[in-house]
Nanobody, 126 residues
Framework: QVRLVESGGGSVQAGGSLRLSCAASGYTISTNCVAWWRQAPGKERETVAFMNSYDRTVYAASIKGRFTISKDTAKNTLYLQMDSLKPEDTAMYYC????????????????????WGQGTQVTVSS
C-alpha cells in the first residue's frame, strides 16, 4: 500500500522557519512527480511547490522564494523548507504524488495526483 506521512508542522512566529517532511512507503519518490499542497479553512487547496521527473521545481507565486522543495532518495522522503513564514501561510500542508513520471513545467491540477498524505498543520502567528 502506498503511504505518505507528513511531519514537522507546528506553531511558529512570523519570520520563523519550519521544515516539513513526507515519508513515503510502498512508493518511490526518485522518479515520479511530487508536490506540496496546502489548504486553509474555507479556502481551496492550492499547490505550494512541485517537482517533476527531471527534478525541475515550480512554486506558487505567493511563495516568493521563501520555500524550497527537495528530496532525499536514500530516505525516500520529500521535504519542504519554509523560511520567512507569514500568517497567511497558516494552513494544513499535504504532500502529494503521481503514480507516474511527468514533465510538466507549470503547476499540474489537483486531479493529476494519485496519492495524498493526511496533512500536517502549520500555524504562523503575527
Amino acid at each position: 500500500q502506498v503511504r505518505l506521512v507528513e511531519s514537522g508542522g507546528g506553531s511558529v512566529q512570523a519570520g520563523g522557519s519550519l521544515r516539513l517532511s513526507c515519508a513515503a512507503s510502498g512508493y518511490t519518490i526518485s522518479t515520479n512527480c511530487v508536490a506540496w499542497w496546502r489548504q486553509a479553512p474555507g479556502k481551496e487547496r492550492e499547490t505550494v511547490a512541485f517537482m517533476n521527473s527531471y527534478d525541475r521545481t515550480v512554486y506558487a507565486a505567493s511563495i516568493k522564494g521563501r520555500f524550497t522543495i527537495s528530496k532525499d532518495t536514500a530516505k525516500n522522503t520529500l521535504y519542504l523548507q519554509m523560511d520567512s513564514l507569514k500568517p497567511e501561510d497558516t494552513a494544513m500542508y499535504y504532500c502529494a504524488a503521481m503514480d507516474r513520471r511527468c514533465f510538466y513545467t507549470l503547476l499540474p491540477a489537483v486531479s493529476q495526483y494519485n496519492y495524498w498524505g493526511q496533512g500536517t498543520q502549520v500555524t504562523v502567528s503575527s
